[in-house]
């Protein structure tokens, strides 16, 4: 046997150790925590075929947050499922129609969307960080369109970013996103001794740690604001919109999308800038020429400022009055 010098040992040793070091990181997968793999994507998609709802609704937790559907199921007598995760944004919305509603040959009455402000043209919003393993999740290893839009929107910075965290992907974990996967793990683990499982909602109703308003409120800090891009035209091309609505015709699905009022200010409506206006305006004309179902609640009298809770989330014992609010409103499409 060759006895290697001391030296050569030491090297071996140290550089064993320096690997370890190095690739240690990016052996923990924190996402598995709350099963966002894709291979557990046919199991959620089963999931909805077993359900077959005659609306589902996409969203965040805007819309995890006004929407009950088991009182709208006594409200309109039909079956709704709430497709939504907490700080999802256009991205996870295309994927969630592409990848879950249609892949599931599922063809409800409606889908319907509910969004914020600009968010439904805004393509690289919320696609980083601890957001990607939720689009992960939705996604198949063919996503032409998703990262045809995200590569254009996004800078080389940004790209080297995310194949760093791809490699490593500790490096997007903060100490309260830290939690909430712990504590996601404790409830997963919880649930198989007891053979009882959690869906992503479920996850989120009993956690929404990614709500917070500190690190999220899904959307309220100023960043967020500085971050929206009001010209409508000049955005659309190169946002997901016209991918869902080619996708829903192509399918003979009906879209509906729901623009949320944001929490109101001294209970009255927040105030709008002439650009927010205008750019609505042509969003609401757009999706007229497409035969698509637009309805703004911004300014509705009904939703007062002592029905919202943290931020722009309604609190939950004003859901089903929210509920209410809705279907009377949507009366027309929830038939």
């Not at 079956?79 to 944004?89: E, N």
């Not at 040959?105 to 969307?113: C, L």
């Not at 499982?197 to 500085?226: K, Y």
């Not at 009001?230 to 399918?251: C, Q, R, V, W």
Request: positive net charge.
């Amino acid at each position: 046997m060759i006895q290697l010098p001391d030296r050569f040992k030491i090297l071996l040793t140290f550089t064993g150790i320096f690997l370890l070091i190095l690739f240690f990181p990016a052996l923990y997968r924190p996402d598995i925590f709350l099963s966002l793999n894709k291979k557990d994507l046919p199991g959620f998609v089963m999931r909805l075929q077993q359900i077959n709802p005659d609306y589902i609704f996409i969203g965040n937790s805007m819309l995890g947050s006004r929407i009950n559907p088991e009182y709208l199921y006594a409200l309109t007598g039909k079956k709704s499922y709430l497709l939504w995760t907490g700080g999802a944004a256009s991205a996870a919305w295309y994927l969630m129609l592409k990848n879950a509603v249609l892949a599931s040959g599922v063809r409800p009455q409606s889908v319907i969307f509910f969004f914020r402000d600009t968010f439904l043209t805004e393509p690289a919003y919320r696609t980083g960080g601890v957001y990607r393993r939720k689009i992960k999740f939705f996604s198949t290893d063919n996503e032409t369109v998703l990262d045809s839009l995200l590569r254009k929107d996004k800078s080389l910075k940004e790209l080297c970013y995310d194949r760093l965290t791809d490699l490593y992907p500790i490096l997007d974990i903060n100490s309260q996103q830290a939690a909430a996967y712990i504590s996601a793990a404790c409830i997963h683990s919880l649930g198989k001794i007891f053979s009882r499982g959690f869906e992503i909602s479920q996850v989120n109703a009993l956690l929404d740690f990614s709500n917070f308003r500190q690190s999220d409120t899904d959307g309220d800090s100023a960043a967020a604001e500085s971050a929206l891009h009001y010209n409508f035209t000049a955005a659309l091309p190169g946002s997901f919109l016209p991918h869902m609505i080619k996708l829903a015709k192509d399918n003979h699905v009906q879209l509906v999308f729901i623009r949320v009022q944001r929490r109101p200010v001294n209970n009255m409506p927040p105030v709008q800038s002439t650009a927010l206006k205008q750019y609505i305006k042509e969003l609401d004309s757009y999706l007229k020429q497409e035969n698509i179902v637009f309805h703004d609640f911004n300014g509705d009298p009904r939703i007062t400022l002592d029905m919202y809770g943290t931020g722009d989330h309604i609190d939950e014992k004003k859901k089903n009055l929210y509920t209410e609010i809705f279907a009377e409103t949507l009366r027309g499409i929830l038939k």
